[in-house]
């Protein structure tokens, strides 16, 4: 049971379940193209027990059964990702009417259940034939991008709540070109520092072309993370500036105010594309809605001994979950009022929150601290008007395989058999307004 209730969230404030699409739909069939996540886990040592998304949760096939749980979780709204490779198979060109029609049942099956769709258009699974071209290191990524946004502006653009173009820049561009963490698995300054601009590239181009053709409520979600130093040392705090720039400003700047930190262009100089700043306009569209993506803090040190990069993240003492990430709800506040105070008055969601823990009941209470946390930074000004619970069911969690669980659903892989777990139970009462 949590303690707080959902009138003092305020009154259309948005309760909602977040999933994606390779983490959970499996259906690797009905002339869904390849993506990068298939290759990079069939790839020796990239994830754990070299799990891939081939079966997944099987949600391509019991995706009414889970409309049905977050209906009856008392929820108001869904976030999902569509697959750009269900939906064209090579990444540009023909279209693979199987998958038009797949998310044509998933889109009305939420309306018909009093839904609101919340969509992604990029949740990571990239076409591979497009990786074969360069993927996000190649500029033309925002004509490939703005051409899929534009089909599913056309088949689906007007039952849509709200759109996002790309969940996480963050992890599309340095994780996955720079830490080498996800697909594509680059560890390399160029590609990333390539990557980094085009997904916001692409992501300003997507947004003309959506509104174009009409499609309302357009947004971006970021992941960002509280930032904070080991010390309050000159060389630390530097380290901070460099690890929040990272992290954090280099996409809210972008997206927000059409400019990057100085202390990464300065870094990047050589690596990011060409005349990089004529594109600012177009990355900084005007948007309607504000995503934060919010899991923990990032604690830095100095590390004068690396490179391009002279920082280091250190590990905090806070309790963790079992990925081994701190809980630290306070971060979540924090982050939401200065993306209020710095960056924009546009509503807020926050479109991903949540745990990765076996023990239920932690999750339980690390849900409470959180939706207290969201009203704490409203009641210091931030129009937060909704929250997301990553995530709906326990899935494909990346590198880490299926051996992290999220879901306030648990999954027995086996059977596929779903069984709401305490904190789904707590969620359902406090919607269903029990308590
Ligand atoms: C976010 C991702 C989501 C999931 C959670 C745990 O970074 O958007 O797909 O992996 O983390």
């Known amino acids: 049971m949590f303690s707080v209730d959902r009138g003092q969230f305020g009154p259309n404030f948005v309760f909602g379940t977040a999933t994606a699409a390779y983490q959970i739909e499996g259906g690797q069939i009905d002339g869904r193209g390849q993506s990068i996540w298939d290759t990079f886990a069939a790839t020796p040592g990239n994830v754990k027990n070299a799990d891939d998304g081939h079966m997944a949760c099987d949600h391509y096939n019991r995706w009414p059964e889970d409309l049905d749980l977050i209906r009856d979780g008392g929820f108001d709204g869904y976030r999902f990702s569509f697959a750009w490779p269900r939906l064209i198979p090579e990444g540009t060109g023909a279209v693979n009417q199987a998958g038009v029609d797949f998310y044509d049942r998933l889109v009305d099956g939420m309306l018909e259940r009093g839904l609101k769709p919340f969509a992604t258009l990029y949740h990571w699974d990239l076409p591979s034939a497009l990786q074969d071209k360069g993927g996000w290191m190649n500029r033309d990524i925002a004509g ?17 709540h709200a759109t996002a173009t790309i969940n996480e820049p963050w992890c ?48 971006i979600v970021l992941n960002l ?44 100089a050589k690596y990011l594309p060409a005349a990089w700043h004529k594109d600012m306009e177009t990355i900084a569209r005007p948007l309607d809605w504000a995503g934060i993506n919010y899991y923990t803090r990032g ?8 490179a391009a990069f002279p920082i280091r993240q250190v590990k905090g003492p806070l309790e963790k979950n079992d990925l081994g990430w701190e809980i630290y709800p306070q971060g979540l506040t924090d982050l939401l009022v200065r993306v209020s105070r710095e960056y924009t008055k546009l509503p807020i969601y926050v479109t991903e929150n949540g745990m990765s823990e076996n023990d239920d009941t932690r999750r339980e209470a690390f849900y409470d601290l959180h939706l207290k946390a969201v009203l704490d930074a409203q009641a210091q000004g931030a129009d937060v008007r909704g929250y997301f619970a990553w995530s709906l069911l326990d899935n494909y969690e990346w590198a880490e395989g299926y051996t992290s669980r999220f879901g306030i659903v648990h999954v027995d892989y086996e059977t596929q058999k779903r069984t709401p777990k305490g904190s789904y139970r707590a969620f359902q009462g406090m919607l269903h307004n029990t308590r």
């Open 299 to 306: 604690i830095y040190a100095a590390d004068p001994a690396r």
């Open 225 to 268: 993370e509280k930032a904070e130093a080991a010390s309050d040392s000159a060389e630390d705090l530097a380290a901070l500036d460099i690890g929040d720039a990272l992290f954090n400003r280099w996409f809210l700047d972008g997206v927000y105010k059409g400019q990057y930190p100085e202390v990464l262009t300065n870094i990047l």
């Open 172 to 219: 599309v561009s340095v994780l996955s070109h720079l830490l080498g963490v996800h697909a594509p698995g680059y560890r390399d300054l160029r590609a990333a520092a390539h990557a980094m601009h085009h997904v916001l590239l692409a992501h300003g181009t997507a947004i003309g072309v959506l509104r174009d053709n009409g499609v309302k409520n357009l947004g």
């Open 144 to 160: 490939w991008f703005a051409d899929y946004a534009e089909l599913v502006a056309k088949k689906f653009g007007d039952r849509l």
